[in-house]
């Protein structure tokens, strides 16, 4: 009884401590490695393609922040239990979000394009 009480007080606790301890048990290989060597980001040789890389880094992290509207708005129309403001905003969110990532794909196709022509 008293085991049954603790687990119903402190739930919450409970699910952190354990996303806290798979955390660790997921990362600890991360740190076993003991070669572990990263390139220099910083090691071009000239300009322009320091500019590119920087470019690419930043459309992937708005990929990314596509993905996370994606996510969101699948949240947000999932949990609307039938309110028709709910699913109207979860539905603009990803159809937004898919404009956003097709903007993104048609961006980094065109700089890639561009960035072929202008470094050879």
Request: avoid cysteine; aromatic fraction near 16%; hydrophobic fraction near 55%.
């Amino acid at each position: 009884m008293r085991i049954k009480k603790f687990f119903n007080n402190n739930r919450k606790q409970i699910f952190l401590l354990f996303l806290f301890f798979s955390f660790i048990l997921l990362i600890s290989p991360v740190f076993a490695e003991e070669s572990l060597t990263l390139p220099d980001p910083l090691d071009h040789r000239d300009i322009p393609t320091l500019v590119t890389d920087i470019i690419k880094y930043v459309l992937g992290m708005v990929g990314v922040l596509a993905l996370v509207m994606f996510i969101y708005g699948g949240i947000i129309w999932m949990t609307s239990g039938g309110a028709e403001k709910q699913i109207k905003k979860g539905k603009d969110t990803l159809v937004w979000a898919i404009f956003g990532l097709a903007i993104i794909f048609f961006s980094y196709a065109i700089l890639d394009f561009v960035i072929k022509i202008f470094l050879k």
